[in-house]
């Protein structure tokens, strides 16, 4: 509904490139990226906006973004590391075996050895402590690292908010929807109700006829969404 709220997200891998005492989210001329944050948190006035941040940020990064909700009271900072993701983890151990075992039960001319010896090494790397899913992807500071903790949030949706106990969230149930928006996406006005019968929906975009989904925006109408919890079963299962 109209007071569902928005989620943008900046994982930065060099907030040295910013100002130690500055918001460490691009805003220039050619990328507003906070320009378009701020623009919506404006014209949303009645809905939750809040920025899943992760990075290695210097005290007086983290007291601009403080500043940044005072300006902005809808606007609510959400920390990487102040959420709880555990329930969505697996050990790295157990998907290397799996797949091990999957590879070893095949008939002997149609195995991959090269990838069996592969998947054996990589289990013998994990190193102590390491043995995450999770922890796999804070590793990686990339892309990856990005798109697998966007998805966590969307799985989450509204109950981030509750979770990292910002002021002006109490009103989200635990089952509240959210949706996300890339901080390109540029609000112009209100985008009101959002009619979505399966319970999520990204956009669409169409190029010479051909549909292509973009993961730019994804609404989703409640925590743990099927969808998401499917894609969340083939991370479960992945060795790269």
């Known amino acids: ?139 990686d500071k990339g892309h990856g690292w990005f798109d697998f903790y966007r998805n966590m949030a969307m799985l989450k949706a509204g109950q981030l908010f509750l979770e990292a106990d910002k002021v002006g969230c109490y009103d989200l149930s635990t089952n509240s929807g959210c949706i996300y928006l890339d901080a390109d996406m540029i609000i112009t006005e209100k985008l009101g109700g959002i009619y979505i019968p399966d319970g999520i929906a990204v956009h669409v975009e169409r190029i010479d006829g051909r549909a292509s989904m973009e993961n730019g925006i994804i609404a989703v109408d409640r925590n743990n969404h099927p969808a998401l919890l499917a894609g969340l079963e083939i991370m479960h299962t992945k060795f790269d």
């Open 1 to 139: 509904d109209e007071k569902t709220p928005l989620l943008f997200q900046w994982f930065e891998r060099n907030p040295a490139r910013f100002g130690k005492n500055d918001i460490p989210i691009i805003n220039t001329e050619k990328n507003p990226y906070l320009n378009n944050i701020i623009k919506a948190a404006t014209i949303e006035k009645e809905r939750l906006i809040g920025i899943f941040v992760d990075g290695d940020f210097f005290p007086g990064q983290k007291d601009a973004f403080s500043k940044l909700e005072y300006d902005y009271e809808n606007i609510k900072v959400i920390y990487r590391n102040d959420i709880d993701f555990s329930m969505y983890d697996k050990k790295l151990s157990e998907i290397y075996m799996e797949n091990i075992s999957k590879q070893e039960s095949m008939p002997e001319e149609k195995r991959d050895c090269h990838l069996l010896q592969l998947l054996k090494k990589e289990l013998s790397d994990i190193q102590e402590g390491n043995d995450s899913l999770i922890k796999s992807y804070l590793l």
